[in-house]
């Protein structure tokens, strides 16, 4: 897919709690598939950046934040489902 916009991402995520390291994966595996050369992700652990998780309301982990492009959107949960998830960033579902 090509795109023209950097598409910049937060992940809170729990320390190694299992559901936030698949999410991790998960995100890492979407964005090397769906937006090569055109994602940043930023990790932030709720533990050592709580004042941040509070600024952002996050209230739950692993949550993923889509900073830009557009507007923000937030999913929380493992990103699993690869469609679901691209339809929910509000990305196109059918993408390769």
Known sequence: MKQSSVFKFRLYMAGDAQNSLLAKANLRALC???????????VLDVFHDQQRAKEDNIFMTPTLLKLAPDRERRIVGTLSQTQAVLLAL???GSLP
């Open 32 to 42: 090397a598939t769906y937006l090569p050369d055109c994602h940043e992700i930023e």
């Open 90 to 92: 509000g990305l196109d």
